[in-house]
């Protein structure tokens, strides 16, 4: 499909409906299918298996990641946890330290427990990934750009890697949406989005996707979401499919206004240090350039001067940014990660991997930056 991106965004998977030529496809919420006889195979038999909505929404998903297949889940945790369901006991996972909190739980806290052995090593480190890749590793998971500190982990090198030792390589690409990196492209196995975030990108829908390029393991993985039943809801799958229409714009503006507010921060007395891609001084700058396009992704951290309270005084006074975990939508979000995205982390593991007590992260909205940037400056005062 030659199409540019964004046109791919509004049209693949969203042919009008046939019978009344609505433009845009209906909303289906039937859970069963009818069948014309016993024998005849038809395109949908049971909702949990494939439906109408969702596979709007999947064929788009895959045609943005570059891939050949996309599934759709009930939530993000739920798409990684597919993932999960492709190791037995005794197999090992090698994962970031800068991940997702979430992700962090369900690994060292269920996995576990479950016999899987799981190595955390800073991905940015290839040398250490190369070290931690070891017989029985079977899936190494990265996440570029890392959450919360914006760590970026070189895909092409950990692909390299992973599949050196016959392991798979995911990549949770959350943060840089397919507008800035499709990581099917730099050798990774399989993608994996929140689509509470971007995709969906109006804080009105819970929901993750994986994206293959391998329609072999792409089976493997419906088999196993199919047999578990965390598919994403029709409702869910349409709002997405709305969403997904303004990705590109949404995300190029976001990203622009989040690299303007980043310099900003850079200046301030009352910054000690601010955490973005696109900054020349982010030791993970240059290969982010290469690895993504665009823009550098609409998350910021910084750590402010002082101590916890006066953390907390600023995401408490800001207006326009709203206290709230979560990011990747149209309105702009502050919070403080050891305490809340990051609070399943053991505080040494969380010490460990960087995350302080003073570290605030902004997910950066599509309001006009002059008045984020006076929101963020009243804070800082206050
Ligand atoms: C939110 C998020 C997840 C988990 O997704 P849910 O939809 O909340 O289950 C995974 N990875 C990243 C980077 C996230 O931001």
Redesign the pocket.
Known sequence: MGMHFRTRAIHVGQEPEPITGAIVPPLHLASTFVMRDVTTPTDYDYARTGSPTRHGLEAVLAALDDGTRALAFA????A?HCVTGLLAPGDRIVTGTDI?G??WRLFNKLLTAHGILVTAVDTTDTAAVARAVVPGTKLVWI?SPG?PLLTVTDIAACATIAHAAGALLAC?A??ATPVHCRPLNHGADIVMH????YLGGHSDL???ALVVADPELGTRLHWLQNATGAVMGPLEAYLCSRGVKTLELRVLAQSATALELAQWLTTLPQVRRVYYPGLPTHPGHALAARQMEGGFGAIVSFEVEGDLAAARRVVESTKLFRLAV??GAVESLIELPAFMSHGSYEPSARRAGGITDSLIRLSVGLEAAADLRADLAAALQA
Do not use: I
């Open positions: 939530s993000g945790m739920a990684t997702y979430g992700t996440e959450n949770d959350t943060l929140s689509a509470t975030k819970l929901g993750g979560s990011l």
